[in-house]
């Protein structure tokens, strides 16, 4: 993601770095996310095929009380599930993949922006290197890699104060460490 803008601006000292030992992990760690997130939330993605990218979203969706089965919409482009955040406010949740995509008109295409401006809509995007200079919003940008067959590396990198305050949130919640 070097270069294209993603890492500009990123929470200095917020970071965190996981290693999963199973995809049921994965989505224990995308559960609590779904428990902090809210409207306006977007996550970023970035791994290789297999990475875990998925599972975490599953993950996410199950921590919105999403009731839908969240697979990947690889060939779809866009997933719309309908959920809530903790206050029980109904929401959505947009699963994207945009790694079939190859161009800024064919990003443009999808109706990303319209997705990210929902006043109602979480976004998770997966392969955000394909967005270029298009993000210049506050995410939280989690990088999935491969050490093992079953381990996965998270790294957790937030932009912006939200961000921030949603991943000090995780690391309390989880590890115990303040914010």
């Not at 095929?49 to 969240?70: H, I, M, P, Y």
């Not at 161009?103 to 295409?109: I, R």
């Not at 210049?136 to 491969?146: T, V, W």
């Not at 949603?166 to 590890?175: G, K, V």
């Amino acid at each position: 993601m070097a270069g294209n803008g993603a890492n500009a601006g990123l929470t200095r000292g917020a970071t965190l770095d996981f290693i999963s030992h199973s995809p049921e992990q994965t989505r224990r760690l995308g559960w609590r996310l779904g428990q902090h997130a809210r409207a306006g939330d977007l996550f970023l993605l970035s791994g290789t095929f297999g990475a875990g990218k998925t599972a975490l979203t599953q993950g996410l969706a199950a921590g919105l009380g999403v009731a839908d089965r969240v697979t990947s919409p690889s060939f779809a482009l866009v997933n719309e599930h309908d959920g809530h955040d903790a206050e029980g406010a109904s929401l959505r949740l947009y699963h994207i993949d945009l790694y079939r995509l190859e161009t800024e008109a064919e990003v443009a295409s999808v109706g990303l922006e319209d997705m990210l401006d929902d006043p109602a809509g979480i976004c998770a995007i997966e392969w955000p290197d394909r967005l270029g200079e298009r993000v210049a919003r506050e995410h939280l940008l989690i990088m999935l890699a491969p050490v093992s067959e079953t381990k996965r590396r998270l790294a957790f990198l937030p932009r912006g104060a939200r961000p921030g305050e949603l991943l000090a949130a995780i690391r309390a919640e989880a590890f115990g460490v303040g914010s």
